[in-house]
């Protein structure tokens, strides 16, 4: 089976710095993807990690151990427009195969 | 401008009724698929499609089937055997064979059974 952990709900200040973790058991393992998604809108792409390390992207990072199972997203410099729902997903196997998804983390930024 | 259209945004639908979503995307992708979104779920998988002619069921297929005759278009029906149709329904699609693949999303369709 696979299983993708991540907290339900963060909070944290106006230009401040949050790190959302993710942790994951999967049949395989071909890469990790994280998502922003605003409510009642799609995801978008923010960052992948398919090598150990730390991938930087503007203010957003992204961070992997493999060995671990475990990845976090760093957002930097949080404004309000941060606020939204930030999804972890795994390809399990090689080729197209399909992402699977954690539950996501709410992150509501406040002033 | 490249992207992919799901129709419509918003559907309501009786029970015992079939209701069919409609996807398509512009930006030449072999894959493409379908997710599920419940408030306290995340994304869920319903069907997927490699190539044309050939789709895979996700984890959660009951209830649902699809199409894939052209490469533009992967549409989706909510048949009445589905128990609990009520959700936000995602449309994606992927390269394949280059890139790193990571999946582009539709606008998505809110679909609720009255």
């Known amino acids: 089976g696979q299983n993708i952990d991540q907290p339900t709900e963060m909070t944290a200040t106006e230009g401040a710095i949050v790190q959302i973790n993710c942790t994951y058991q999967?049949?395989?393992?071909?890469?990790l993807f994280w998502y922003q998604q605003h409510a009642g809108e799609a995801p978008t792409f923010l960052s992948y990690?398919?090598?150990?390390g730390l991938e930087e992207k503007g203010r957003f990072s992204s961070f992997l151990s493999r060995s671990k199972g475990y990845s976090y997203l760093l957002l930097k410099e949080l404004q309000m427009k941060d606020s939204a729902s930030y999804l972890c997903?795994?390809?399990?196997?090689?080729?197209?195969?399909?992402?699977?998804f954690g539950k996501g983390t709410r992150l509501s930024v406040i002033a | 401008d490249g992207g992919i259209t799901q129709s419509p945004k918003y559907l309501f639908r009786k029970e015992g009724q079939n209701v069919t979503l409609s996807c398509e995307q512009n930006?030449?992708?072999?894959?493409m698929y379908w997710y599920r979104q419940d408030p306290g779920q995340g994304l869920r998988l319903i069907y997927y499609?490699?190539?044309?002619?050939?789709?895979q069921k996700g984890d959660i297929a009951e209830g649902y089937s699809v199409s894939r005759e052209k490469k533009e278009s992967f549409p989706l029906t909510v048949t009445s055997a589905q128990k609990n149709p009520t959700a936000f329904y995602l449309c994606?699609?992927?390269?394949?064979?280059?890139?790193?693949?990571?999946?582009?999303f539709g606008e998505g369709s809110r679909l609720t059974v009255l």
């Open positions: 997903a795994v390809r399990a196997y090689s080729g197209n195969t399909p992402l699977v």
């Open positions: 990690n398919v090598l150990d």
């Open positions: 930006l030449n992708h072999d894959a």
């Open positions: 999967t049949s395989g393992f071909n890469g």
């Open positions: 994606a699609s992927s390269i394949v064979g280059s890139g790193i693949g990571e999946l582009f």
């Open positions: 499609s490699q190539i044309v002619n050939d789709f």
